[in-house]
């Protein structure tokens, strides 16, 4: 009697589950998935305005000193943060959002002031059981490269899987926009499919620097091994093209992916494999004597071909609480570069920890390094440390202390002009109708 139950039992339990968690297993990278444990169906859309003193260093553009050297600037100054964040579900349809803008001006380096926009969108929408459609964009528009990539407790992926440009040198107006439309079919509890395509554009205002296209197509099959683990494959086809310069890749990366959920709040998600660089890129040469003295010109260019074969990786272990996350992730994978270089091999490795569990603080740490060579218009290695810290105290119902301080080393063991230590530090109040401590990163 209690065996002929069981099933039935089951099978209630199964048809209980909403249409739009069929899957609820761990996420999983390769298709940009933020933590599982940090999907909440509602987060109240609340507003912000913030008001902060700052002192910037290392402000350089793209231009020489009288001196010569790499134009370098410090000031203190004021700005104006707003913004507004939350969750909405309905029956069907998800709605996530981050929104931030800046109004800057400083008192002395008064060319480096201006207005940064950063926003963060993404919608689901369950059109059946077995089926659901997802949206992801992320966009901004800025002149300084301060802000470091983290999870976002309102958006459900994770940024550090996209093109958004972090490693920029110089404080040079920069726009960025990456689109990522993901189709799945859950065919079963277990089996699932996904088949997308994304979009990125970044451009800079200098001629200096180069912008780049890129388009993906991909597609994968997950399968559910237990309740807490799934395994799968994924094929990725990218193109990069730059302004500016005849060049242009096309990565082929074909990968086995791993998601794990260890416990209730624990989880790990990777994937690894190989990747085919496909890349052409103008190059200098020295032209044959009889040449020169024919065309009256020493050098001229060719267009070079390469092909190689590139180990890819990527994994984040996550650990989820009720009031913040805490995560650390690496990997190695090919990046279009930052404006200065071009295709690059990149190393990266970060890790964050956010919490407003205080009944009046929150704070935020977080801390990366990033390594990349380039193959591509400028061949050499470029890198980066950086570090940030934020916190907020909350002095009445809608007024908050906010103060941060971040920290960046660029380094370059093949481009001595390329080390330098950049800071920016601010202190300041927000207002803002909510009960909790502020969360401003």
Request: charged letters at 15%; glycine letters at 10%; hydrophobic letters at 40%.
């Amino acid at each position: 009697m209690f065996a002929v139950k069981m099933p039935r039992i089951a099978l209630l339990v199964f048809l209980a589950v909403p249409a739009v968690a069929q899957y609820a297993g761990p996420a999983i990278l390769s298709r940009g998935d933020a933590p599982a444990a940090m999907n909440v169906p509602q987060i109240d859309f609340i507003p912000f305005l913030s008001v902060t003193g700052i002192y910037d260093t290392g402000l350089a553009t793209v231009s020489v000193n009288s001196q010569g050297g790499l134009a370098n600037a410090a000031s203190e100054g004021i700005e104006m943060d707003f913004g507004i964040s939350g969750v909405h579900s309905w029956k069907h349809t998800k709605v996530l959002l981050n929104y931030g803008g800046a109004v800057r001006e400083y008192t002395q380096a008064t060319y480096y002031s201006g207005v940064d926009q950063s926003l963060m969108l993404g919608i689901t929408q369950q059109f059946s059981r077995h089926l659901s459609l997802r949206i992801n964009e992320s966009a901004g528009l800025f002149s300084q490269p301060f802000a470091l990539q983290g999870l976002s407790p309102t958006v459900q992926f994770d940024p550090g899987t996209t093109y958004t440009p972090t490693t920029d040198f110089f404080d040079n107006r920069t726009f960025y926009a990456y689109t990522q439309v993901l189709l799945t079919y859950q065919k079963s509890a277990r089996l699932s499919f996904a088949l997308g395509g994304d979009w990125d554009l970044t451009r800079r205002r200098s001629s200096a620097l180069y912008g780049v296209t890129g388009e993906d197509a991909t597609g994968d099959m997950q399968y559910r091994l237990s309740r807490r683990s799934t395994a799968g494959l994924n094929y990725m086809f990218t193109h990069f093209s730059y302004n500016g310069v005849f060049s242009g890749t096309d990565f082929n990366r074909f990968s086995a992916t791993y998601a794990v959920q260890l416990s209730r709040s624990w989880e790990f998600s990777a994937f690894g494999g190989v990747t085919r660089v496909d890349s052409k890129f103008p190059q200098l040469i020295t032209l044959d004597p009889v040449v020169a003295a024919l065309l009256g010109v020493s050098q001229g260019y060719i267009v070079s071909y390469g092909l190689n074969w590139v180990p890819t990786y990527n994994g984040r272990l996550s650990k989820t609480f009720s009031q913040g996350v805490a995560y650390v992730s690496g990997g190695h994978s090919m990046t279009p570069g930052n404006g200065l270089f071009l295709t690059s091999r990149g190393y990266t490795a970060s890790v964050g920890y956010s919490y407003t569990g205080l009944r009046r603080w929150s704070f935020g740490v977080s801390a990366g390094w990033d390594r990349a060579e380039s193959i591509g218009n400028i061949l050499g290695e470029y890198g980066d440390y950086n570090a940030s810290l934020q916190t907020s105290r909350q002095i009445s119902h809608v007024v908050h202390m906010v103060a941060s301080v971040t920290a960046r080393k660029y380094q370059s063991d093949s481009f001595g002009g390329y080390n330098r230590v950049i800071w920016d530090a601010r202190i300041g109040l927000s207002f803002s109708p909510r009960d909790i401590p502020l969360r401003v990163w």
